[in-house]
Each structure stands twice: as structure tokens, then as C-alpha cells.
């Protein structure tokens, strides 16, 4: 639509106005789910419980989508009265609210990432070293079962460890060079690491069989289709 020229003419029509706003609206449930997922993983591995997600499943919804509608409401009551909605124009896309202008948006933003970014390392440094020792013990019980299930925990804790990678890569610049100008290159840099967290956790969890790249001969099913049966031996 605008080719090109997206800087010159983003405000000719509202729809980048629009969509800034819309991407606001999936920040936090997309953190949040994050923080989830290295919940659940962390609480399997040191209980070994696995109703955890039906026990949290509507209670950790509501809360997530409670606290979204929140910021949105305060966020957007806030925007109206700045200029075209306190959005800024980058060459790649309509960036978020000018938080120059606006700190109380910027200061919901980056407390509750940079909370959410240090408790999912802890937790996913704490899930590494336990799945590590049970690797090294996998040749003690070496069959299809253990293989589902731990590539399933495996592949589960690689997805917690890119997506700890990427907010820390989208949220150091953002506090770092707070106030620089929308085209700066560390800004633009910072548009790129939330598709590329989608792009690999796609790789990893691209196909139902097996890992699509990064662990090619770990068997994997979803959870809740796992069939216990004795099987030939599966190197891993």
C-alpha cells in the first residue's frame, strides 16, 4: 500500500494507527504465555505433576487478559491526546507509543517484561540443569517411550531459552537508548527479534512426528497422544 514510502505517508489513512494499536493489544499475552509455558515445564520437572495446566489454565487466562485490557484502556485514553496517537513511523513499521512523550507507558512496559524475562531465566537455567541430568541417564532406559517424552521436555526447554534470548535482545536496547530517535539502528534491530523467536520456535515445533531442525532423530507426539508400548530402541 505504501511501498516505499511508508514514512511520508503512514498517516494518510488510519490503518497505521490502527495497527500499532492492535499489536499493543497482544504484547502481554504473548509474554505472558512465554512465562507460562517455563512454568508449567519447571513445575513437571521438580514435581512430576502434569495436571498443572488444567489446575492454572483459566485462572492464569484471566489474569493475563485482565491485565492486557488494563494497559490498553490506560494506554490508548492517554495516546488519544497526542499527536496521531503518540505513534511513531520507522521504515519497517509503525512503532509503539512515543514513550518519550508518554513514561507511565513505557514504565508498564518495561517493569513487567523485565520481571517476566528474570524470572523465566531462572526458571529455565534451574530446568536445564535437571534436564541435563536426566539425558546423561537416558542410556539406562533407552526406548521410544523416554525418547517421546523427553524430547517433548527437551524441545520445551529450547523454546523457553530463545524466547529468554529475544526479550532480553528486544528489552536492553529499549531501556538503553530510551529517547533515541525512532530510526535508530539498534530500534530497527529491536523490530526483528520477536518474528525471529517465532521463526525458530516454528522450526522446533514445525511438524508432529519428529523436531524439524534442531533435533532430528528425537521422536516427538503431543503430550496428551503419547501411546506406552515396547518399541525397538531409538538412538538419540
Not at 3 to 27: H, Q, Y
Not at 75 to 90: D, L
Not at 146 to 151: F, Q, Y
Request: glycine content about 4%.
Amino acid at each position: 500500500m505504501y511501498g516505499n514510502e511508508l514514512v511520508d505517508r503512514a498517516f494518510d489513512s488510519p490503518l497505521c494507527i490502527i495497527a500499532n494499536k492492535i499489536s499493543n493489544n497482544t504484547i502481554y499475552p504473548l509474554e505472558l504465555f512465554s512465562l507460562v509455558i517455563t512454568f508449567y515445564l519447571w513445575h513437571v520437572l521438580v514435581t512430576h505433576r502434569l495436571d498443572i495446566e488444567k489446575k492454572c489454565f483459566w485462572y492464569v487466562s484471566g489474569a493475563i487478559w485482565l491485565y492486557t485490557i488494563i494497559f490498553n484502556i490506560i494506554e490508548i485514553s492517554r495516546s488519544s491526546k497526542q499527536k496521531n496517537w503518540g505513534v511513531k513511523v520507522s521504515p519497517l513499521n509503525c512503532k509503539a507509543t512515543d514513550w518519550s512523550i508518554n513514561l507511565g507507558s513505557f514504565y508498564a512496559y518495561v517493569i513487567p517484561t523485565s520481571m517476566i524475562t528474570f524470572i523465566v531465566a531462572i526458571m529455565t537455567c534451574h530446568s536445564s540443569v535437571i534436564l541435563y541430568r536426566r539425558w546423561k541417564n537416558f542410556n539406562n532406559n533407552m526406548n521410544r517411550t523416554t525418547a517421546i517424552r523427553l524430547g517433548h521436555a527437551v524441545r520445551l526447554q529450547i523454546c523457553c531459552v530463545t524466547i529468554t534470548a529475544m526479550f532480553s535482545l528486544n528489552l536492553i536496547p529499549r531501556i538503553v537508548f530510551f529517547n533515541r530517535n525512532v530510526d535508530s539502528p539498534i530500534i530497527t534491530f529491536g523490530s526483528f527479534t520477536i518474528a525471529s523467536a517465532g521463526i525458530i520456535l516454528f522450526l522446533i515445533f514445525g511438524t508432529n512426528t519428529r523436531a524439524a531442525i534442531f533435533l532430528p532423530f528425537c521422536y516427538y507426539v503431543p503430550p496428551d497422544k503419547q501411546r506406552i508400548q515396547e518399541e525397538p530402541i531409538c538412538i538419540l
